[in-house]
């Protein structure tokens, strides 16, 4: 098993030129099966993880979300990318004391959102949780990746060009990486791939097929597959076990 450091050292070179496909894991047991298939990464999802734990999306305490990524970096020899949602805290200093509480797990990367849970940081604070972040991560091991998050997709009609900008606030803040997950137009792609050039970006993908392997034309450095793998294990799950209840009727 590689050591933590060796994996934090492996994640950056994935994000250092080429593509890649990140996908997430909710448990163990897919963290191990994503293993075999040959990823060279794996990220958590905070839905896939809180189904997998009989809940819904954001019901997931910072504790338990802290043992799950635990329980994730133990499982494979892959470097593990966390989403850390919106660092469980709104104020920069108490972000900055979970960031280093997920550090601890052995992550690799770790994700920061600006979205509270019921609206969208004001663009300073965001900015600011994210150079709290980076503090806290660079205390302890600089290594660690720290991905911007911009939820553009929890406010309607949120402009590309709001999108751009804040990912550009939050590269500037320290961000190695940036991730607007419902970016989905090419053009617009493209852009934000200039806009904060050289750093890598991060698109989300739910469609499995050749238009993944078309982001990497656009200078695309990874995707990853938000809970959508998770979603489809567990509509296979429901569907066997509706035809196994059937069969009681």
């Known amino acids: 098993m590689p050591t933590i450091s060796e994996k934090r050292a492996t994640f950056r070179r994935l994000h250092e030129s ?43 305490s910072r504790d338990e979300v802290l043992a799950h990524l635990g329980a994730l970096v133990d499982a494979t020899p892959l470097p593990v990318n966390a989403d850390f949602e919106n660092g469980f805290a709104d104020a920069p200093p108490d972000v900055a004391a979970n960031v280093a509480m997920a550090v601890a797990t052995g992550v690799a990367g770790l994700s920061i959102e600006d979205w509270s849970g019921s609206a969208m940081y004001e663009t300073s604070l965001a900015v600011d949780r994210i150079a709290a972040a980076r503090a806290a991560i660079d205390a302890i091991d600089p290594a660690v990746m720290l991905i911007g998050r911009n939820e553009n997709f929890r406010v309607k ?93």
Request: proline share 4%; glycine share 8%.
């Open 18 to 60: 080429g593509f890649f496909i990140i996908p997430n894991a909710w448990d163990a047991g897919s963290a191990v099966r994503l293993t075999g298939l040959g990823f060279r990464a794996i990220a958590s999802t905070s839905a896939g993880a809180a189904w997998a734990a009989g809940k819904e999306d954001g019901q997931m």
């Open 157 to 249: 009609d949120m402009p590309v060009r709001d999108s751009i900008a804040r990912a550009i606030a939050y590269a500037d803040a320290g961000a190695d990486c940036l991730f607007v997950p419902f970016l989905l137009d090419p053009g617009a792609v493209a852009e934000l791939v200039a806009a904060v050039a050289p750093k890598p970006v991060n698109v989300v993908v739910h469609d499995y097929d050749e238009s993944t392997r078309a982001l990497a034309d656009l200078g695309v450095r990874r995707c990853s597959v938000g809970a959508s793998l998770a979603g489809r294990a567990w509509a296979s799950f429901e569907e066997a076990a509706t035809a196994l209840r059937r069969a009681e009727a």
